[in-house]
């Protein structure tokens, strides 16, 4: 029990010490070449806990996870002894398929395995509203959240024949759009070497204005959004995040993937150390609906006079 009291109490001078180091998640010491033995991270996704179970009399456990890119092809490796557990509770919590969070160092980086020991491993939750809710839920903001918005029908559906009509709208339209929405005079071109696509300090969340940085990804390749889709090097995510920005935005033309979503995921975590941020996700059918709630989705204006019934009137002779 004093082990679980004086682990929780530490909280916050842990939260503090990853503030003040800058310790960054792995996907960005690979960006940054700062991948090595030695170098502290965080990672907060699933991870599936071995050894946990009464069969296993050997004092060793461990954590592992397949990494996504830039690091695609290495396992994570987090091992740890039974002596460092806090309470007993532990060994469910870490056991089998979950989702945690790792404070640790890199031992060793092998062809494809990438080994670690922790600091410290936890739930990271939002705490001082009386209930401790995981820190992710209030991390993740919805587009219908947006005041500018606020318009989209969210009950509305396209068929997979309207839907292939995202295949052939630009992306400087859903540009041109945001930052009419957004109250921007001016549409940025685009450049190699930019961090974002639209910077804006005009969105609104419950009538208050925030900065916010966008990544939009157009039809030039219509399917889920890989990784590999983010730029030559795959590093267009990193460089928004270097942006300093209340919410960031990723908007695509189709789906988003899973593997897009956990690196956002973990580098609004990483911002969210230094100053409070939220991050959002746009995929197409949002996209969609946001270009019919402003009237510039293809075909609906002839589908609508199609709709309208013909009056019939009777001439006198």
Same mark, same amino acid.
């Given at each position: 029990?004093?082990?679980?009291?004086?682990?929780?109490?530490?909280?916050?001078?842990?939260?503090?010490?990853?503030?003040?180091?800058?310790?960054?998640?792995? =996907?960005?010491?690979? #960006?940054?070449?700062?991948?090595?033995?030695?170098?502290?991270?965080?990672?907060? !996704? /699933?991870?599936?806990?071995?050894?946990? !179970?009464?069969?296993?009399?050997? =004092?060793? @456990?461990?954590?592992?996870?397949?990494? %996504?890119?830039?690091?695609?092809?290495? +396992?994570?490796?987090?091992?740890?002894?039974?002596?460092?557990?806090?309470?007993?509770?532990?060994?469910?919590?870490?056991? &089998?398929?979950?989702?945690?969070?790792?404070?640790?160092? $890199?031992?060793? $980086?092998?062809? %494809?395995?990438?080994?670690?020991?922790?600091?410290?491993?936890?739930?990271?939750?939002?705490?001082?509203? !009386?209930?401790?809710?995981?820190?992710?839920?209030?991390?993740?903001? +919805?587009?219908?959240?947006?005041?500018?918005?606020?318009?989209? %029908?969210?009950?509305? $559906? *396209?068929?997979?024949?309207?839907?292939?009509?995202?295949?052939?709208?630009?992306?400087?339209?859903?540009? !041109?759009?945001?930052?009419?929405?957004?109250?921007?005079?001016?549409? *940025?071109?685009?450049?190699?070497?930019?961090?974002?696509?639209?910077?804006?300090?005009?969105?609104?969340?419950?009538?208050?204005? /925030?900065?916010?940085?966008? @990544?939009?990804?157009? *039809?030039?390749?219509?399917?889920?959004?890989?990784?590999?889709? @983010?730029?030559?090097?795959?590093?267009?995510?990193?460089?928004?995040?270097?942006?300093?920005? /209340?919410?960031?935005?990723?908007?695509?033309?189709?789906? $988003?993937?899973? *593997?897009?979503?956990?690196?956002?995921?973990? #580098?609004?975590?990483?911002?969210?150390?230094?100053?409070?941020?939220?991050?959002?996700?746009?995929?197409?059918?949002?996209?969609?609906?946001?270009?019919?709630?402003?009237?510039?989705?293809?075909?609906?204006?002839?589908?609508?006079?199609?709709?309208?019934?013909? +009056?019939?009137?009777?001439? &006198?002779?």
């Amino acid at each position: 029990m004093s082990a679980a009291i004086l682990s929780n109490a530490v909280g916050r001078y842990l939260m503090a010490a990853i503030s003040d180091g800058h310790v960054k998640t792995l =996907p960005q010491l690979a #960006f940054t070449g700062e991948l090595r033995e030695g170098a502290p991270f965080i990672y907060y !996704g /699933h991870v599936y806990g071995k050894g946990f !179970g009464v069969a296993n009399k050997t =004092p060793a @456990l461990s954590l592992s996870e397949k990494l %996504d890119a830039p690091l695609e092809g290495k +396992r994570l490796l987090v091992e740890f002894s039974k002596g460092g557990l806090a309470n007993s509770t532990a060994y469910v919590r870490l056991s &089998g398929s979950t989702r945690l969070f790792v404070f640790g160092y $890199i031992t060793g $980086i092998d062809q %494809d395995v990438l080994r670690a020991v922790p600091y410290v491993i936890g739930d990271l939750v939002t705490t001082g509203t !009386g209930l401790e809710l995981p820190f992710l839920s209030s991390l993740e903001l +919805r587009p219908e959240d947006v005041d500018q918005f606020a318009s989209m %029908d969210n009950q509305w $559906i *396209p068929s997979e024949s309207e839907f292939k009509r995202m295949a052939g709208i630009p992306e400087s339209a859903v540009k !041109g759009l945001i930052c009419k929405l957004l109250g921007e005079h001016s549409v *940025p071109k685009d450049w190699g070497g930019e961090e974002s696509d639209v910077m804006s300090a005009n969105l609104m969340l419950d009538g208050r204005r /925030h900065t916010a940085a966008f @990544l939009l990804k157009g *039809p030039s390749r219509f399917h889920p959004m890989k990784p590999t889709d @983010l730029g030559k090097n795959g590093d267009q995510l990193y460089r928004l995040f270097n942006i300093p920005a /209340h919410v960031y935005v990723v908007q695509h033309c189709h789906q $988003i993937g899973a *593997p897009v979503r956990k690196q956002t995921e973990a #580098f609004a975590l990483q911002r969210s150390f230094q100053s409070p941020c939220r991050m959002m996700f746009m995929d197409g059918l949002t996209t969609a609906r946001l270009l019919r709630a402003n009237g510039e989705w293809p075909g609906e204006v002839e589908v609508a006079r199609r709709a309208t019934p013909r +009056r019939r009137s009777l001439r &006198g002779s």
